[in-house]
């Protein structure tokens, strides 16, 4: 019984397609699909056919924006994969989902290698420890190089690209590859469903041999078995180089590298025996590690273990309330009570679905190693853990950016406001990196994302959803405050007495600047500060964060040192020292020289070389800064940072200045001074 429940799990690959927006994410997913026999039509996104945009949004777009699970099967493994956003505004689904997953595809485009969001997913997968393949896309495009796409992977995200093919033919002409492990030339005629294989050609037979040798040198360079075997016989068999490959892919030692063309449906077949061949089941990965009462636990994926998963995407859908888990150890079957260990509740599982986008397969259980959709959960939010009642666990949840971009949205008719509440409540719910507040001096309803696109989208939603005239305000960029100038030893005292016991409290605070963050320390000695007056006390500064002195902003950069303090033997608490950290940091930041942060943005703009001089003069006017300029396939590109506040409509402006042929993409960078600096109070 333990030998096929292990069997099991082997035969399982939980994996995630990354890339820049239009590297051909969701094309090769399709192709995937077509490939296991999963779908009998080749999906579109030019179309708006394809299985994992289903969205009506994505499909008006052309882009992914919703994180899509599927399901399929080749070679006897279950292979679940999600199709996940490229565009920058919706990169916390895709760090939701890195969160859940044993392994991923990272695809570039041949023409032009990495790009500004790739080498963004490619460090939140970093961040996770997610072991990857690279497939490099459409090199039957003009100007496709598999050598210069390859070198891009090599100097900006640095890792040890371990390429296994060879490309037949450039261009128009690809025609198919050359699998190096196995020196056999694997070919696609236009219509043909599966590849052909035959002996490499002979023009290309030298080359291929001195790639093969190339291959060989690098894994051993890095690999104990293929390093004896190497220097044993000088060459490597095919079966070791596999077996060494997929452990240096497993390690993160190496990336095995493949090429193709997935809307001509070259490539993919020999990426999903890589898929199979190299990267992690749920048996490879470490036990997942999870806390409860202060002690760490770790759960084997073990279908007979305690029951523990993690939610990770939350959606609406016209049957019900679907819950994305991903089952780390144990078993559930329909009908089983959980704990939700986050909420601190008893959910009931109604039923659990093996998703494919927008359809689900019913199943009767979901064991260890599954992704599945769960339907009858009601109080289950991203990051939540779910988990065996007698066994209680909580596992650490994807992190949640802080969102940069703001609106104000309000309904056209009064009459409508509660459903735009109720609405706006389930969008947050759905999506941790959309936050809804009511601003105070206003009284309006304020909406923040990542991103113009992202407000875009959500409200969009709503009125497709609920049919809601809703009014929009202009965008607004999320500032930050931090101390430019400190002060030290500022004295505050908290005294309140109102009848019964009072409240007494007394600190000494030093505030300086820090570079990034928040940071709370203690210096006090002689025990005049009990410790648990100590922590209320960095309680109370937290709350203080909340609201700068500039402009009511979030504030951080800062260090705050309680040098001293005094106690009253009846009077104090907790709750006392917790508000006068708060009030005593609000004065001691009044104190301070501040300084407002903006959001700041890297922005790559590709544009024809004639259009060069008219982009550089208008980034210069919106107070870019340009860090590279450089010729790639017959158009420049050019890098520059610019405040987010300068960005909104430069779509519609590049456009203008290109005659429709510029485009531009932008990552945060995080925060730089503003231009208006508060003097000293």
Same mark, same amino acid.
């Given at each position: 019984?333990?030998?096929?429940?292990?069997?099991?799990?082997?035969?399982?690959?939980?994996?995630?397609?990354?890339?820049?927006?239009?590297?051909?994410?969701?094309?090769?997913?399709?192709?995937?699909?077509?490939?296991?026999?999963?779908?009998?039509?080749?999906?579109?996104?030019?179309?708006?056919?394809?299985?994992?945009?289903?969205?009506?949004?994505?499909?008006?777009?052309?882009?992914?924006?919703?994180?899509?699970?599927?399901?399929?099967?080749?070679?006897?493994?279950?292979?679940?994969?999600?199709?996940?956003?490229?565009?920058?505004?919706?990169?916390?689904?895709?760090?939701?989902?890195?969160?859940?997953?044993?392994?991923?595809?990272?695809?570039?485009?041949?023409?032009?290698?990495?790009?500004?969001?790739?080498?963004?997913?490619?460090?939140?997968?970093?961040?996770?420890?997610?072991?990857?393949?690279?497939?490099?896309?459409?090199?039957?495009?003009?100007?496709?190089?598999?050598?210069?796409?390859?070198?891009?992977?090599?100097?900006?995200?640095?890792?040890?690209?371990?390429?296994?093919?060879?490309?037949?033919?450039?261009?128009?002409?690809?025609?198919?590859?050359?699998?190096?492990?196995?020196?056999?030339?694997?070919?696609?005629?236009?219509?043909?469903?599966?590849?052909?294989?035959?002996?490499?050609?002979?023009?290309?037979?030298?080359?291929?041999?001195?790639?093969?040798?190339?291959?060989?040198?690098?894994?051993?360079?890095?690999?104990?078995?293929?390093?004896?075997?190497?220097?044993?016989?000088?060459?490597?068999?095919?079966?070791?180089?596999?077996?060494?490959?997929?452990?240096?892919?497993?390690?993160?030692?190496?990336?095995?590298?493949?090429?193709?063309?997935?809307?001509?449906?070259?490539?993919?077949?020999?990426?999903?025996?890589?898929?199979?061949?190299?990267?992690?089941?749920?048996?490879?990965?470490?036990?997942?590690?999870?806390?409860?009462?202060?002690?760490?636990?770790?759960?084997?994926?073990?279908?007979?273990?305690?029951?523990?998963?993690?939610?990770?995407?939350?959606?609406?859908?016209?049957?019900?309330?679907?819950?994305?888990?991903?089952?780390?150890?144990?078993?559930?079957?329909?009908?089983?009570?959980?704990?939700?260990?986050?909420?601190?509740?008893?959910?009931?599982?109604?039923?659990?679905?093996?998703?494919?986008?927008?359809?689900?397969?019913?199943?009767?259980?979901?064991?260890?190693?599954?992704?599945?959709?769960?339907?009858?959960?009601?109080?289950?939010?991203?990051?939540?853990?779910?988990?065996?009642?007698?066994?209680?666990?909580?596992?650490?949840?994807?992190?949640?950016?802080?969102?940069?971009?703001?609106?104000?949205?309000?309904?056209?008719?009064?009459?409508?406001?509660?459903?735009?509440?109720?609405?706006?409540?389930?969008?947050?719910?759905?999506?941790?990196?959309?936050?809804?507040?009511?601003?105070?001096?206003?009284?309006?309803?304020?909406?923040?994302?990542?991103?113009?696109?992202?407000?875009?989208?959500?409200?969009?939603?709503?009125?497709? &959803?609920?049919? @809601?005239?809703?009014? %929009?305000?202009?965008?607004? #960029? /999320?500032?930050? $405050?931090?101390?430019?100038? =400190? +002060?030290?030893?500022?004295?505050?005292?908290?005294?309140?007495?109102?009848?019964?016991?009072?409240?007494?409290?007394?600190?000494?605070?030093?505030?300086?600047?820090?570079?990034?963050?928040?940071?709370?320390?203690?210096?006090?000695?002689?025990?005049?500060?009990?410790?648990?007056?100590?922590?209320?006390?960095?309680?109370?500064?937290?709350?203080?964060?909340?609201?700068?002195?500039?402009?009511?902003?979030?504030?951080?950069?800062?260090?705050?040192?309680?040098?001293?303090?005094?106690?009253?033997?009846?009077?104090?608490?907790?709750?006392?020292?917790?508000?006068?950290?708060?009030?005593?940091?609000?004065?001691?930041?009044?104190?301070? &020289?501040?300084? @407002?942060?903006?959001? %700041?943005?890297?922005?790559? #703009? /590709?544009?024809? $070389?004639?259009?060069?001089? =008219? +982009?550089?003069?208008?980034?210069?006017?919106?107070?870019?800064?340009?860090?590279?300029?450089?010729?790639?396939?017959?158009?420049?590109?050019?890098?520059?940072?610019?405040?987010?506040?300068?960005?909104?409509?430069?779509?519609?402006?590049?456009?203008?200045?290109?005659?429709?042929?510029?485009?531009?993409?932008?990552?945060?960078?995080?925060?730089?001074?503003?231009?208006?600096?508060?003097?000293?109070?």
């Amino acid at each position: 019984m333990r030998n096929n429940l292990d069997r099991h799990l082997a035969a399982v690959r939980n994996l995630g397609i990354l890339a820049h927006v239009d590297a051909g994410k969701t094309t090769v997913t399709e192709r995937i699909l077509y490939a296991t026999g999963t779908t009998h039509k080749r999906g579109e996104v030019h179309d708006g056919t394809t299985v994992t945009d289903f969205d009506p949004q994505e499909r008006d777009r052309g882009i992914t924006i919703f994180a899509a699970a599927v399901s399929c099967a080749w070679r006897d493994h279950r292979v679940n994969l999600i199709d996940t956003p490229g565009h920058v505004d919706f990169a916390d689904e895709v760090e939701r989902s890195l969160r859940v997953l044993d392994g991923a595809v990272a695809v570039f485009d041949a023409v032009a290698g990495v790009e500004p969001q790739s080498e963004s997913v490619w460090r939140q997968a970093d961040r996770h420890g997610v072991p990857r393949i690279a497939f490099v896309n459409k090199l039957d495009r003009a100007g496709a190089d598999l050598d210069a796409a390859v070198a891009s992977i090599r100097e900006r995200l640095h890792p040890v690209p371990l390429v296994v093919q060879l490309p037949i033919g450039t261009e128009d002409a690809f025609t198919g590859v050359v699998d190096l492990l196995r020196m056999r030339a694997l070919t696609w005629e236009d219509g043909a469903e599966a590849a052909t294989g035959g002996p490499v050609p002979d023009q290309l037979r030298e080359e291929a041999l001195h790639r093969r040798r190339l291959l060989e040198e690098a894994v051993a360079e890095r690999h104990p078995a293929a390093l004896e075997e190497f220097c044993d016989r000088e060459t490597l068999s095919a079966a070791t180089l596999s077996s060494a490959l997929r452990d240096l892919t497993r390690t993160g030692d190496g990336v095995v590298v493949l090429c193709g063309s997935a809307y001509r449906n070259r490539g993919v077949e020999p990426l999903l025996d890589a898929v199979v061949d190299y990267l992690p089941s749920p048996l490879d990965v470490p036990a997942v590690h999870g806390t409860y009462d202060g002690a760490d636990e770790r759960r084997p994926a073990d279908p007979g273990a305690p029951f523990a998963a993690l939610a990770f995407k939350v959606a609406a859908t016209p049957t019900g309330r679907l819950t994305y888990v991903r089952v780390y150890s144990g078993t559930i079957e329909k009908g089983d009570t959980v704990w939700d260990a986050t909420a601190g509740r008893g959910e009931r599982i109604g039923r659990i679905l093996r998703v494919r986008a927008d359809r689900h397969a019913q199943l009767e259980r979901a064991v260890a190693g599954d992704i599945v959709a769960v339907v009858g959960l009601k109080s289950a939010r991203a990051g939540s853990t779910l988990c065996a009642p007698d066994a209680p666990l909580v596992l650490e949840p994807p992190g949640v950016a802080d969102p940069v971009v703001s609106v104000a949205v309000e309904p056209r008719r009064s009459t409508d406001t509660e459903r735009l509440v109720t609405a706006l409540a389930r969008l947050a719910e759905e999506d941790p990196s959309l936050t809804v507040r009511t601003d105070a001096e206003t009284g309006q309803t304020v909406l923040s994302g990542m991103g113009e696109l992202h407000l875009e989208v959500a409200v969009e939603k709503i009125r497709r &959803a609920l049919g @809601l005239e809703i009014n %929009v305000g202009r965008p607004r #960029v /999320t500032y930050r $405050e931090t101390v430019a100038r =400190g +002060v030290s030893g500022l004295v505050f005292r908290h005294v309140k007495q109102d009848g019964g016991a009072g409240q007494f409290a007394h600190v000494v605070l030093d505030v300086e600047p820090l570079e990034d963050g928040f940071d709370f320390r203690s210096a006090v000695v002689g025990g005049r500060v009990p410790q648990e007056y100590v922590r209320a006390v960095e309680a109370g500064c937290r709350d203080a964060l909340a609201e700068g002195p500039l402009g009511g902003h979030t504030v951080t950069g800062l260090r705050v040192t309680l040098t001293d303090g005094a106690t009253h033997v009846k009077d104090s608490s907790e709750m006392a020292f917790r508000t006068a950290g708060r009030l005593a940091l609000r004065e001691a930041l009044r104190g301070c &020289a501040m300084q @407002l942060l903006e959001p %700041v943005v890297e922005v790559t #703009v /590709t544009v024809p $070389e004639g259009a060069v001089g =008219g +982009v550089l003069g208008d980034l210069a006017a919106r107070r870019g800064r340009v860090t590279d300029s450089q010729v790639r396939g017959g158009a420049a590109v050019v890098t520059a940072t610019v405040p987010l506040a300068e960005l909104f409509g430069y779509a519609t402006r590049l456009r203008s200045r290109t005659q429709g042929r510029g485009a531009f993409t932008a990552r945060p960078t995080g925060y730089a001074p503003a231009p208006t600096v508060a003097a000293t109070p």
